[in-house]
């Protein structure tokens, strides 16, 4: 196995701008609230790469180490692009295996209309058709029906004491594969909703 580059991370503002299709007037979090965070990953071809995700301010030195065990680990990742990329689609994004944060739109659940956790920044979405989610019946995205039998574990997949769910965990984050009735196994996040 050939070694990797070393590890890199930064992050910088972004502006509504950039933001594009993600954020609006009226979300929870601003611009200034959020940052873009430039990422080494190791990609399913086995080599580094580059990918970028935007999180709340707050949490950047999280995410930071998060993807550093994660790239340590050569864990697999997909893609990474901001969701802004997607025109803020998240189901195009998710169409796309792509590893997402900051979105700002409700949660896709039953019940009142509420943000989702993405819409302040603080939810990281990853290989999403590996890790669907399963809600009311619907497998998100479609194209993760293929990865909703768990029992088989697949490279890029979050399953209880694996490596994803091991690196968030390392920061506190919390997994939406725990949940019942609805895992949401690509889902992690800072409040655990």
Same mark, same amino acid.
Request: charged share 15%; aromatic share 10%; hydrophobic share 35%.
């Given at each position: 196995m050939?070694? !990797?580059p070393?590890f890199?991370?930064s992050?910088?503002?972004? &502006?509504?701008?950039q933001?594009?299709?993600?954020?609006?007037p009226?979300?929870?979090v601003?611009?200034?609230?959020? =940052?873009t965070?430039?990422?080494?990953?190791?990609g399913?071809?086995g080599?580094?790469?580059t990918?970028?995700l935007?999180?709340n301010?707050?949490? &950047?030195?999280?995410?930071?180490?998060i993807?550093? =065990?994660?790239?340590?680990?050569?864990?697999? @990742?997909?893609?990474?692009?901001? @969701?802004?990329?997607?025109?803020?689609? /998240?189901d195009r994004s998710m169409a796309?295996?792509? &590893?997402?944060?900051?979105n700002?739109?409700?949660?896709?659940?039953?019940?009142?209309?509420? +943000?989702?956790?993405h819409?302040?920044g603080?939810a @990281? /979405?990853?290989?999403?058709?590996?890790?669907?989610? !399963?809600e009311?019946?619907?497998v !998100?995205?479609p194209?993760?029906?293929?990865?909703?039998d768990?029992?088989?574990? =697949?490279?890029?997949?979050a399953?209880v004491?694996?490596? !994803?769910v091991?690196?968030f965990?390392?920061?506190g +984050?919390? +997994?939406?594969g725990?949940?019942t009735?609805?895992?949401? +196994?690509?889902?992690?996040?800072? &409040?655990?909703g």
């Amino acid at each position: 196995m050939a070694a !990797l580059p070393p590890f890199h991370v930064s992050g910088s503002p972004v &502006t509504a701008a950039q933001l594009g299709g993600s954020w609006r007037p009226g979300c929870p979090v601003g611009p200034a609230q959020l =940052r873009t965070m430039h990422v080494s990953y190791v990609g399913f071809d086995g080599r580094a790469h580059t990918g970028a995700l935007v999180v709340n301010r707050t949490v &950047t030195g999280d995410v930071g180490e998060i993807f550093r =065990r994660l790239y340590a680990a050569r864990c697999p @990742i997909h893609h990474m692009q901001p @969701i802004a990329r997607f025109g803020g689609s /998240d189901d195009r994004s998710m169409a796309a295996d792509n &590893t997402s944060g900051f979105n700002c739109r409700s949660a896709v659940a039953p019940g009142s209309k509420q +943000w989702s956790v993405h819409a302040y920044g603080e939810a @990281i /979405d990853v290989n999403t058709v590996e890790n669907p989610y !399963l809600e009311g019946g619907r497998v !998100l995205p479609p194209a993760g029906r293929a990865f909703t039998d768990r029992s088989r574990y =697949r490279r890029g997949m979050a399953v209880v004491g694996g490596v !994803l769910v091991r690196a968030f965990a390392s920061v506190g +984050w919390l +997994w939406g594969g725990r949940w019942t009735g609805s895992p949401d +196994w690509q889902h992690f996040s800072k &409040t655990g909703g």
